[in-house]
Structure formats: C-alpha cells, structure tokens
C-alpha cells in the first residue's frame, strides 16, 4: 500500500489505509527502522 500510494496509484476506497500506511513506512525508512533505498521519501 505504501509503495502505491506514494507511486498514486491506490483504489479510493482504500485511501485511508494507504494514506496511513505510506505516513508509517516513510517513518520507519527516515528512522532507520527499515532499509529501503528504493522507497520514494521526497513525496
């Protein structure tokens, strides 16, 4: 979903959960949580 969302592609009907689930993957990413060069963060 996250990978979608910032990529604008996502049903909108699951806006809300996509919306959230990019909000916490791009956290995860910025606090090094999670490895993912190729994850778009300059959305």
């Known amino acids: 979903l996250a990978y979608n969302y910032r990529e604008g592609r996502y049903d909108d009907r699951n806006e809300w959960a996509s919306r959230l689930s ?3 993957y791009q956290r995860l990413v910025e606090c090094d949580m999670v490895y993912d060069p190729e ?3 300059s959305k």
Do not use: C, D, L, N
Request: net charge negative; proline share 17%; no cysteine.
């Open 22 to 24: 990019a909000e916490a």
């Open 39 to 41: 994850y778009p963060t």
